[in-house]
């Protein structure tokens, strides 16, 4: 069975054990979805959003969080964890980005194509693949495949990465054979099993609905 044909038929048992997802494309700052990621990082979604939310509301423009102190960036990020480290970090790219505009809109990257997008995301320091491609398919609909760490174990127990060991590795040669259409779903599914069912320890595999497709099962 080829990549995509597997990948297809994983997506559509997703879908019916968490059901459909509606992918939403927004027309607001892709910054925002920068920001958002950068706090996601080694963290839960509930703290990562928790540490948004406080951001936004101390610094409610992008101005007023250039211009704010580093211990006011790390108070406000505090519940997210590791606040020192993203705290400089989200720092340093404004800093980057009024260096390279004079501005933070960036709402005419929707005006580019997804590489040009790539392209210019990628020229910032600490702004990786995933972070991209979490911009790109959350903050833009468009049709990236963020690789992260439950999409990365799944994947891996499914036998779907071709040897590749790394996330990076993987993002790039998983997100070309998912199906049209899929990207937004079959990621949000594929991090909703690997929470509830594919789990690090102990994963559920006697109750997972891709136990019949599945590589690590089956061994």
């Given at each position: 069975?080829?990549?995509?044909?597997?990948?297809?038929r994983?997506g559509a048992?997703?879908?019916?054990?968490?059901?459909?997802?509606?992918?939403?494309?927004?027309?607001?700052n892709?910054?925002?979805?920068?920001?958002?990621?950068?706090?996601s990082?080694?963290?839960?979604?509930?703290?990562s959003e928790?540490?948004?939310?406080?951001l936004?509301l101390?610094?409610?423009t992008?101005?007023?969080?250039?211009g704010?102190?580093l211990?006011?960036?790390?108070?406000?990020?505090?519940?997210?964890?590791?606040?020192?480290?993203?705290?400089?970090?989200?720092?340093?790219?404004?800093e980057?980005?009024?260096?390279?505009?004079?501005?933070?809109?960036?709402?005419?990257l929707?005006?580019?194509?997804?590489?040009?997008v790539?392209?210019?995301l990628?020229?910032f320091?600490?702004?990786?693949?995933?972070?991209?491609a979490?911009?790109?398919?959350?903050?833009m609909?468009?049709?990236a495949?963020?690789?992260?760490?439950?999409?990365?174990?799944?994947?891996?127990?499914?036998?779907?990465?071709?040897?590749?060991?790394?996330?990076e590795?993987?993002?790039?040669f998983?997100?070309?054979?998912?199906?049209?259409?899929?990207?937004?779903a079959?990621?949000?599914?594929?991090v909703e099993?690997g929470?509830?069912?594919?789990?690090?320890?102990?994963?559920?595999?006697?109750?997972?609905?891709?136990a019949r497709?599945?590589?690590?099962?089956?061994?």
């Amino acid at each position: 069975m080829d990549s995509q044909t597997a990948i297809g038929r994983i997506g559509a048992l997703l879908r019916q054990a968490y059901g459909p997802r509606r992918q939403v494309r927004r027309r607001d700052n892709p910054l925002d979805w920068v920001i958002r990621t950068l706090l996601s990082q080694n963290t839960t979604s509930a703290n990562s959003e928790r540490a948004y939310e406080t951001l936004r509301l101390r610094f409610p423009t992008f101005e007023d969080m250039h211009g704010a102190p580093l211990r006011g960036l790390i108070s406000a990020i505090r519940s997210g964890g590791l606040a020192n480290q993203k705290a400089v970090r989200i720092k340093a790219l404004l800093e980057e980005i009024w260096a390279a505009q004079g501005h933070f809109d960036l709402t005419f990257l929707r005006d580019l194509s997804d590489e040009e997008v790539r392209a210019y995301l990628g020229r910032f320091k600490g702004i990786g693949s995933k972070t991209v491609a979490c911009v790109l398919l959350f903050g833009m609909g468009r049709s990236a495949f963020p690789v992260d760490t439950h999409v990365f174990r799944v994947s891996r127990r499914l036998g779907l990465l071709n040897g590749q060991h790394t996330p990076e590795a993987a993002q790039a040669f998983l997100e070309p054979h998912v199906p049209p259409g899929e990207h937004y779903a079959l990621h949000l599914n594929l991090v909703e099993h690997g929470r509830r069912v594919c789990r690090a320890q102990r994963p559920l595999c006697d109750s997972c609905p891709l136990a019949r497709l599945c590589a690590s099962v089956r061994t």
